[in-house]
């Protein structure tokens, strides 16, 4: 039925305009047999150029010919004399006929040469305005799902289509793609108006399938249809480029990262391990008395190293942590000066650390009356610990490391470990908190690159911020702390 229908439709859309054609011309005819006493043939013929020229620019090139005739006939029948008849007896009046009758034609030929210029540029104005847009939505989309989306979604705009379909292949690391317009079950058996294939430099990636009611597609929509595949087809071109340049990327990155860790991370690993093989391997021998003083600083060196190799693993532990978003703060409220004290006490309990540290002098500026904060008491020790081992690593012998704290407004504290080391050029600032990166070459100083790292991956899931800058007499690691703790004020006491 829907058929039939779509066959009806088609046939009065051919027959219509010369049916218009007719009307028009017996419309004029009687508007002119009215009047006919009272004009000259010649006024008449001129004025039946205007249903021909009408015809013409509404109907098109046939319906004007149609037009012509019928205007060409009506004025011999109606008013060339004798009436009524199509006889002419005057030779004048036989010419004037036949003039009209060529004017007649060219001027409706005239004028649906001008008709089809203007629908060509019409439709190549709307073919441009379309690619456009198409453009437009393309250019920023790098997902696939969204680049088939807009494509079907332009094209059934475009041709005014009751369906359009876009399949796209899967392929190594792509998921197939197939998106209908309307999304609904299509009858079977129905075949599509067009199919246009998506051509990418890579080979055949899917096809762009079309129903509408008219088939009939002329060969400039068909035109535009192509132009908008190949859009579509380099726009997934170059979407699935960017895939491959971001994975690519990625894995340059993590062989960076992993050649780094290993790098750094052996040769932590191997000077402890080496120190506790030789103190195993004294006091296995048995060289060394049991009660002497030998044994007990081997034994010194050997809980030293060990708890040196512990403190790489925890690093290692808690970057991974950081990494993953999994590294929770155990808040409770607790007083700035007491962390501090409890790292100096634990840096000057170690021998190899006091040994270091001997040669620093230490200021701790943090006023008593500072409010709590909410941290983890362990994790924050670990970030002094880390900031002081590195001011101890870059600045020179004999200058001082100060460990100082304010409060900047009321809901925050600022913190500061600052040391009369060197400067540092703005492009290390930026990046001195990156994982395995150093400022000075990894042969002159210890540890894997992590320790700054850390520190920053705590701070900020404590909700503060940390940064590096130079001072005019050396350099200083700065980071803040909240004094609330979800809106909640510290407590009087300490005690949780």
């Known amino acids: ?39 000259n043939p010649a006024i008449v013929a001129l004025l039946y150029l205007l249903p021909v020229g009408m015809s013409t620019f509404l109907r098109g090139l046939g319906p004007g010919i149609l037009a012509a005739f019928a205007a060409f006939l009506a004025f011999n029948y109606f008013f060339i004399f004798p009436y009524y008849t199509f006889s002419v007896h005057q030779t004048q009046d036989l010419l004037a006929l036949l003039v009209f009758l060529v004017v007649a034609v060219v001027i409706s030929q005239l004028v649906g040469r001008t008709r089809h210029s203007l629908e060509v540029a019409t439709a190549r104005e709307h073919e441009a305005i379309r690619l456009y847009e198409l453009s437009q939505s ?21 041709f005014q289509a009751d369906r359009v379909e876009v399949f796209v292949e899967g392929g190594k690391g792509r998921e197939r793609i197939n998106l209908q317009i309307p999304p609904v079950e299509f009858r079977g058996g129905v075949k599509p108006s067009l199919v246009v294939p998506l051509q990418a430099v890579r080979g055949l990636v899917g096809e762009i399938r079309l129903w509408r009611s008219d088939p009939s597609l002329v ?35 993590s062989d960076r990262l992993k050649s780094s860790l290993l790098s750094s991370v052996s040769h932590e690993l191997r000077t402890p391990l080496a120190t506790i093989k030789a103190v195993v391997t004294s006091l296995y021998s048995g060289e060394i008395e049991w009660d002497s003083e030998a044994r007990q600083e081997l034994l010194a060196v050997l809980e030293e190293e060990t708890d040196q190799l512990d403190r790489l693993v925890g690093n290692l532990l808690n970057m991974s942590r950081i990494e993953a978003g999994a590294l929770q703060p155990q808040r409770r409220w607790n007083h700035l000066a007491e962390i501090v004290a409890g790292v100096m006490g634990r840096l000057r309990q170690r021998r190899i650390a006091r040994a270091a540290a001997a040669a620093y ?35 020179p012998a004999n200058t001082t490391i100060k460990i100082s704290a304010w409060r900047v407004d ?15 050029s703005d492009e290390h600032l930026e990046r001195i908190f990156d994982k395995f990166y ?33 001072l005019p007499d050396g350099f200083a690691f700065n980071f803040t702390l909240p004094t609330d703790w979800e809106g909640a004020p510290p407590r009087v006491t300490i005690n949780d």
């Open 361 to 395: 002098i230490f200021e701790v500026d943090i006023p008593e009356d500072l409010p709590l904060v909410p941290v983890d008491y362990v994790l924050m020790e670990q970030v002094f610990a880390n900031l002081i081992s590195n001011s101890i690593k870059y600045s």
């Open 138 to 158: 393309l250019s920023g989309l790098r997902d696939e799902r969204g680049i088939v989306q807009v494509i079907a979604q332009q094209t059934k705009e475009t």
């Open 438 to 470: 150093r400022v000075t070459a990894a042969d002159r100083v210890t540890g894997a690159g992590l320790g700054l790292s850390i520190c920053k991956g705590i701070v900020e899931a404590h909700g503060g911020r940390i940064w590096a800058e130079n």
């Open 410 to 424: 009321d809901d925050t504290l600022l913190i500061r470990v600052s040391n009369q080391g060197l400067g540092v």
């Open 1 to 39: 039925m829907a058929s039939n229908y779509r066959s009806r439709s088609r046939v009065v859309g051919i027959v219509f305009p010369y049916i218009f054609t007719l009307l028009v011309t017996a419309l004029t005819t009687g508007l002119l047999f009215v009047l006919r006493s009272s004009i």
């Open 219 to 253: 060969s400039a929509e068909e035109r535009l249809l192509r132009t908008i595949s190949s859009q579509g087809a380099l726009a997934l071109e170059r979407a699935w480029l960017t895939q491959t340049e971001t994975r690519a990327k990625v894995l340059e990155e």
